[in-house]
């Protein structure tokens, strides 16, 4: 990959997209991983107004001393960027707590993680409303098209995704032109949608390299039986997941109502 090209291209096309939508810069949400380090830093090349959103649920403190030493290196590098906190712990909390009680805690985890994800969606279009930003999304390629790993109104409620046509391992390329910290380039990436340290590996039961491996195959039309061993495993973990997300991937479905029936008898 030309990557000091691709990261050109990126700011130019994020520098035209808020300029020709009259937008004053953009919102991002900082996490602590490599892909929100690498989208703000892209947003920040562009010399219009970032602001970095911490909004810490339950968060592993490695996640938040992440976060916070990023933000304090785009500070240094870029007049343009501010930050700002959010706590969101307290506000999760209280939503539990009007929510009626489960006998078993363990059949809301998803639910409630998902949560996570979309009070964070709700905070940054607070600020990109009342700043004229626009949200920028920090998912990749094979999050966004290939396993559908997002929440659907959450991370995946965006206004524009600047990375989501790099791979995984290509984010990795950028962040290493932009010189992103060594502490996040090291860190095992993570939704941190859980309040622990398990990894996006742990919840899939794949690394990101073998996942563009399997999302390639299934371009070009293989199938699980033309696998065997790790790499039937992996390709048929992805395809799990491809299809149950399938929903997030593809437009909302519209009932199309026929015209015969729009008129009277």
């Avoid at 602001?51 to 870029?78: G, K, S, Y």
Wanted: charged share 25%; with cysteine; aromatic share 8%.
């Amino acid at each position: 990959m030309q990557t000091e090209k691709v990261i050109e291209h990126i700011v130019n096309w994020l520098k035209d997209y808020a300029t020709n939508a009259r937008m004053k810069g953009f919102v991002v949400g900082i996490s602590g991983g490599i892909d929100s380090a690498v989208t703000s830093t892209l947003c920040a090349k562009t010399g219009l107004e970032v602001l970095c959103v911490e909004m810490p649920i339950h968060q592993a403190e490695n996640q938040v001393t992440r976060a916070d030493r990023h933000i304090d290196w785009l500070m240094q590098h870029f007049p343009n960027v501010k930050r700002q906190p959010v706590n969101l712990t307290p506000v999760f909390d209280s939503l539990i707590a009007a929510l009626p009680k489960v006998e078993n805690e363990e059949d809301r985890l998803m639910s409630l993680a998902n949560t996570r994800a979309r009070l964070r969606m709700t905070t940054l279009y607070y600020f990109a409303a009342l700043n004229k930003y626009l949200v920028a999304g920090t998912g990749n390629k094979v999050e966004d098209f290939g396993v559908g790993f997002y929440t659907k109104y959450g991370d995946g409620g965006v206004d524009l995704s600047p990375i989501a046509d790099l791979l995984k391992t290509e984010v990795y390329e950028v962040a290493n032109v932009l010189g992103i910290n060594q502490d996040i380039m090291q860190a095992p990436p993570t939704d941190g949608l859980w309040g622990d340290d398990r990894t996006d590996e742990d919840q899939i039961g794949a690394s990101y390299p073998e996942l563009e491996w399997a999302m390639k195959m299934d371009e070009q039309g293989k199938r699980a039986e033309d696998f065997s061993g790790r790499q039937q495993e992996v390709f048929k973990i992805y395809k799990k997941f491809n299809m149950a997300n399938k929903h997030k991937m593809v437009p909302i479905p519209v009932c199309v109502i026929p015209d015969s029936l729009k008129t009277a008898d």
